[in-house]
């Protein structure tokens, strides 16, 4: 098969640009042998052999990418030695996008590209070419395989991988300092001619910083750049292909610089000299004033360290640098006195913590100041002879001990008495109190250290002659500890053992825990409270013991639990014990000793009652019950219920309604038949606002008189109630809208009375017996009340 002049144009360009492609192009496959050779020679039966020239003769093509053409793109054309222009074969084309991107002529072998092609998709495509005979479709040429390769075009600009950069570089850099480099890609073919060549240049930045053109690394331009003058730079970065040459596509990024800080400022002090005021009644620790040195530096190279080093007061005040503000604290270091000294005078030094070597020029790096402190007199509190108190004492002394005392004095020329106390916020529990006059603490209740252990109090001193003036004290009382408590078990053991164990086998590890903290630690020693035939206990010796049996087999139709008594004691002095007892429950277990079941129901099986036949009698006794209970108790609030049903009961309690009523007019709430027609009262009627528990027969009283006053009325109705055995064992409430005729007290209307010039008398209420006192006292005490007023 042989190349058609179409393409020996391409071929040849080829060719000419690489030489080295052309006995590529041309060369034979080493892989596959021929089918037929054109040299002669003699067979085995004496028959002459031919030898054929083979027929392919190429095994690559080429192919220019982004074609833009209206027509397919020719790519080539296979012809075999074997086509005698007849149509009797049939090219047939297979591989990289065969049919699809690239289609031949079955009868003239024509290859055509069906769409433009992106080398950057795809570099080269490989496919297999084979000739058959179109009647009998058996191969005249052996299959052959070839590359068709995409030549490159400039079509993809470089790019970088980040759109921003950011990089830093110390101030005071050097001329060529890296600072960073950037990258970029091009897509293009970098064997083929300059279009992935790429040549980096500065388009935003100069003249601070440059870049290589063929490694794009940055760098700086000009010395002795100071982060303080500015500390932010923008750096555009252009990549160009194609070797920068004109015609080249180029992209672009940016590069934010940020200067870093070094230490190239000194610290300065604002002022030479500094005055500062302290009262002499400042304690110990208390912080005078600040002083500060600024430095222009940032971060760690503008850390300072302040130190006073000189001045007569060196002894008295001392100066702490804070971290986070860079800021000198002075603070007093002994007590000061007015009468003693007034004024003092220190020299300040700030100094930097970190200097570079390279900026020893620019120094010194420290700077000092004077500063001047005054003492102002003041009234001054007293002063304990201690800053803390600690106290220890054991938690089983009397109520009374002493446990310590703390000491003052007014530091005042003229010394007055000092009253102690305590803080109450600090002694909720009142545990303890002082002595007002010599400050001596005493217990006032029992201790327990398990409760507490510390006791954190503040103590005050008062000048008696100015109470004002006082000062406070923390006293820390520890309580040590005394072995009050008795070892327990360290948790609930659920304990079981088969039925099958073997004497000796072990069914349950136990541990304790004690309560108290002795200072050879923890030890605990178990034994058992009387000797007992199935279980021991066996110490080991580390807080643990171990409970093993000591015969053989159980049985939970005899026994289903054991209860095995524990011993444990400590070693402390003295001994604490106390008995814990183990509830052992045989269980019935497999052969490895795993409990299958401990409860009932083993036991229940043999007479045909599952679990679930079980749960549900238990249940229906249950509901049986419930319901019995329920209509016992309907029953009895039935029969105790009264008629009136009000949230609140009327029985002994006196409601104020601010309602005066409807008056006679009112018939609705209760028969006052009765009232109106005393002679018309039939027999004595039971009462209608509760069910009666037991009936008596009522007795049969007269009938009132037309005429009869309510007062009689009332009173003599009150007397047979007090001697009714039938009456209710307790006050009630009725309500009698008839007034009667000519009644002393007229009408109680609040209405009425209020337009009466004369005070009402109701003193007779009190001749009523003892069930009116009460509202004789409300109505007789109303001239005594206009008396005060």
């Known amino acids: 098969m042989i190349i058609q002049p179409g393409f020996l144009v391409v071929l040849l360009w080829v060719c000419l640009l690489h030489p080295c492609l052309t006995a590529m192009v041309f060369s034979r496959t080493t892989d596959q042998q021929p089918k037929s050779f054109a040299a002669r020679g003699i067979g085995n039966e004496g028959k002459a052999l031919h030898r054929q020239k083979r027929g392919w003769m190429w095994n690559q093509f080429f192919l220019l990418e982004e074609y833009?053409?209206?027509?397919?793109?020719?790519?080539?054309?296979?012809?075999?030695?074997?086509?005698?222009?007849?149509?009797?074969?049939?090219?047939?084309?297979?591989?990289?996008?065969?049919?699809?991107?690239?289609?031949?002529?079955?009868?003239?072998?024509?290859?055509?590209?069906?769409?433009?092609?992106?080398?950057?998709?795809?570099?080269?495509?490989?496919?297999?070419?084979?000739?058959?005979?179109?009647?009998?479709?058996?191969?005249?040429?052996?299959e052959s395989e070839f590359v068709i390769k995409i030549h490159d075009i400039n079509d993809n600009e470089p790019t970088f991988p980040e759109e921003v950069y950011t990089a830093s570089v110390p101030e005071m850099s050097v001329v060529g300092t890296s600072v960073v480099q950037v990258t970029a890609t091009d897509a293009d073919d970098p064997s083929y001619g300059n279009s992935a060549r790429i040549i980096y240049s500065i388009l935003q930045g100069q003249p601070y910083f440059s870049v290589e053109p063929e490694t794009g690394i940055i760098r700086t331009a000009l010395p002795n750049m100071n982060r303080e003058n500015r500390e932010q730079y923008q750096v555009v970065i252009q990549a160009k292909d194609m070797g920068g040459q004109m015609g080249g596509l180029s992209g672009t990024t940016t590069v934010n610089?940020?200067?870093?800080?070094?230490?190239?400022?000194?610290?300065?002090?604002?002022?030479?000299?500094?005055?500062?005021?302290?009262?002499?009644?400042?304690?110990?620790?208390?912080?005078?004033g600040t002083i500060k040195a600024s430095d222009a530096d940032i971060g760690r190279n503008a850390e300072l360290e302040y130190r006073i080093t000189d001045g007569d007061g060196r002894d008295m005040f001392d100066i702490v640098t804070q971290k986070d503000t860079q800021e000198g604290v002075i603070t007093v270091r002994k007590p000061l006195d007015y009468e003693n000294r007034r004024l003092y005078t220190l020299k300040v030094e700030a100094e930097n913590l970190y200097v570079d070597p390279r900026f020893y020029y620019l120094g010194p790096f420290k700077d000092?100041?004077?500063?001047?402190?005054?003492?102002?007199?003041?009234?001054?509190?007293?002063?304990?002879?201690?800053?803390?108190?600690?106290?220890?004492?054991?938690?089983?002394?009397?109520?009374?001990?002493?446990?310590?005392?703390?000491?003052?004095?007014?530091?005042?020329?003229?010394a007055g008495p000092i009253r102690f106390s305590l803080d109450r916020h600090t002694d909720l529990d009142r545990i303890f109190n002082i002595h007002s006059g010599n400050?001596?603490?005493?217990?006032?209740?029992?201790?327990?250290?398990?409760?507490?252990?510390?006791?954190?109090?503040?103590?005050?001193?008062?000048?008696?002659?100015?109470?004002?003036?006082?000062?406070?004290?923390?006293?820390?009382?520890?309580?040590?500890?005394?072995?009050?408590?008795?070892?327990?078990f360290a948790v609930f053991y659920d304990t079981f053992v088969c039925e099958n164990a073997r004497a000796g086998q072990l069914i349950q590890t136990i541990s304790a825990v004690d309560k108290d903290d002795p200072l050879g630690g923890q030890k605990f020693f178990f034994s058992l409270a009387a000797v007992n035939p199935n279980f021991t206990v066996q110490d080991n010796e580390d807080n643990t013991a171990r409970i093993l049996t000591r015969r053989n087999g159980f049985s939970r139709h005899e026994i289903s639990t054991y209860l095995l008594p524990v011993v444990i004691s400590d070693n402390d002095y003295p001994i604490q014990s106390s008995t814990g007892t183990l509830t052992i429950r045989v269980c019935a277990c497999d052969s490895r000793g795993n409990m299958q079941s401990c409860n009932a129901e083993a036991l229940l099986l043999p007479a045909g009652l599952s679990t679930g036949a079980l749960i549900a009698i238990l249940l229906c006794i249950i509901i049986l019950l419930?319901?019995?209970?329920?209509?016992?108790?309907?029953?009895?609030?039935?029969?105790?219920?009264?008629?009136i049903l009000s949230k609140e009961d009327i029985r002994d309690n006196i409601v104020s309604y601010n309602d005066e009523g409807g008056g006679e007019e009112d018939t609705q709430a209760f028969d006052i038949g009765?009232?109106?027609?005393?002679?018309?009262?039939?027999?004595?009627?039971?009462?209608?606002?509760?069910?009666?528990?037991?009936?008596?027969?009522?007795?049969?009283?007269?009938?009132?008189?037309?005429?009869?006053?309510?007062?009689d009325f009332i009173n003599q109705r009150l007397k047979e109630h007090d001697n009714d055995p039938s009456a209710p064992p307790y006050d009630s409430l009725a309500t009698y809208a008839y007034e009667g005729?000519?009644?002393?007290?007229?009408?109680?209307?609040?209405?009425?009375?209020?337009?009466?010039?004369?005070?009402?008398?109701?003193?007779?209420?009190?001749?009523?017996?003892?069930?009116?006192?009460?509202?004789?006292?409300?109505?007789?005490?109303?001239?005594?009340?206009?008396?005060?007023?």
Do not use: C
Request: hydrophobic residues 30%; aromatic residues 6%; glycine residues 6%.
């Open 674 to 711: 009765t009232l109106r027609n005393p002679a018309a009262m039939e027999d004595k009627k039971l009462r209608r606002d509760i069910i009666p528990e037991t009936l008596f027969i009522p007795r049969r009283t007269p009938s009132a008189p037309d005429n009869t006053d309510v007062r």
């Open 68 to 142: 833009t053409g209206s027509d397919n793109q020719y790519v080539g054309k296979l012809h075999s030695d074997q086509d005698k222009g007849d149509g009797s074969l049939k090219y047939i084309l297979s591989g990289d996008g065969a049919g699809t991107l690239f289609v031949i002529d079955e009868r003239t072998g024509d290859i055509h590209a069906t769409r433009r092609i992106d080398r950057e998709e795809k570099a080269y495509y490989t496919l297999r070419a084979q000739a058959i005979n179109r009647r009998t479709l058996r191969p005249v040429e052996p």
């Open 626 to 643: 419930v319901i019995v209970v329920l209509f016992a108790a309907l029953k009895r609030q039935r029969k105790k219920e009264p008629l």
């Open 368 to 414: 000092t100041t004077t500063v001047k402190i005054s003492v102002e007199d003041v009234d001054e509190p007293p002063i304990f002879s201690r800053s803390s108190y600690l106290f220890e004492i054991h938690e089983d002394i009397e109520v009374g001990t002493i446990i310590g005392t703390v000491m003052a004095r007014d530091p005042d020329s003229a």
């Open 741 to 789: 005729n000519d009644s002393i007290a007229e009408s109680l209307s609040s209405l009425e009375s209020g337009t009466t010039e004369g005070d009402q008398n109701y003193d007779y209420l009190k001749e009523w017996g003892p069930r009116f006192n009460k509202l004789a006292e409300m109505y007789g005490g109303g001239e005594s009340d206009k008396d005060t007023s």
């Open 257 to 288: 610089i940020t200067l870093t800080d070094v230490n190239d400022n000194p610290p300065r002090f604002p002022q030479s000299s500094v005055h500062l005021r302290i009262p002499e009644s400042s304690p110990v620790g208390t912080a005078i």
């Open 439 to 488: 400050g001596s603490i005493y217990t006032s209740k029992m201790l327990d250290r398990e409760i507490s252990q510390w006791h954190n109090l503040s103590v005050i001193a008062a000048e008696i002659n100015n109470p004002k003036e006082m000062t406070r004290v923390s006293v820390y009382v520890r309580i040590l500890d005394v072995n009050d408590n008795a070892p327990q």
